[in-house]
């Protein structure tokens, strides 16, 4: 089952002379519990992808359906919900909520929709991030490392459509970055979670399932590397 379908996804800035076209009618699917790493160089049209399967930024033209739905119809509160609820954003900086500590950022998304915590999940997941330690403190007081765990488990909360990571590791040390990377693939393993890696490093996209290469705007190869 594709749990994303993209469809002649097409974005393009401005006009005239100075029009830029970021995405050129990409279609590709991921089926569910896929681990799925889309690599290319600044500039190549990556970010934008990520932006508009995110519901970040709405595309020129074209499609894009998590589940089944289709996003691009959606307005902003109908896209911040679905967002929240269906996709695991995981950001090269973090993006943890300065004056919570690493349990409240991981649940957010179940304070923000109001929703009756599971302590059983929720120690499950800090459990396999290592950060049970940690629960009580604020980001401050923690490692790169370790607030990416808290990025982590905050994406996997929900147990989204899919975890969409924006150069994960790309603010760590190698040493990091590896571990990051682990727990990525761990999560793929042991909860089945679809996972959509945006990276510039080919090391780093080596790790995933499959890979698709970007170059202005579209994807010029994608190719299954393990089964």
Not at 172 to 184: N, P, Q, Y
């Amino acid at each position: 089952m594709a749990v994303l379908e993209v469809k002649e996804l097409t974005k393009i800035y401005g006009e005239g002379e100075s029009e830029v076209v970021a995405l050129d009618h990409v279609s590709f699917s991921v089926e569910k519990g896929e681990f799925v790493a889309v690599i290319g160089a600044s500039g190549s049209g990556k970010s934008t992808l990520m932006n508009q399967i995110g519901g970040i930024d709405h595309p020129t033209s074209g499609s894009v359906r998590i589940d089944g739905r289709e996003i691009t119809e959606m307005n902003e509160d109908e896209l911040a919900i679905f967002r929240r609820r269906n996709v695991g954003m995981i950001y090269q900086f973090y993006n943890l909520i300065p004056t919570l500590t690493a349990e409240e950022n991981i649940i957010l998304p179940w304070m923000l929709d109001g929703r009756k915590e599971n302590r059983k999940k929720l120690y499950e997941i800090m459990k396999a991030l290592g950060l049970t330690a940690r629960a009580g403190h604020l980001p401050g007081e923690m490692s790169g490392g370790q607030q990416q765990r808290v990025s982590i488990g905050r994406a996997l909360i929900n147990a989204p459509a899919f975890v969409l990571a924006d150069e994960p590791t790309g603010n760590l040390d190698s040493k990091t970055g590896g571990e990051i990377m682990d727990l990525l693939k761990y999560s793929n393993q042991m909860f089945n979670q679809t996972i959509l890696l945006i990276t510039h490093d080919e090391k780093i996209a080596l790790q995933a399932d499959r890979i698709m290469t970007m170059s202005d705007g579209k994807i010029i190869s994608d190719e299954v590397i393990k089964r």
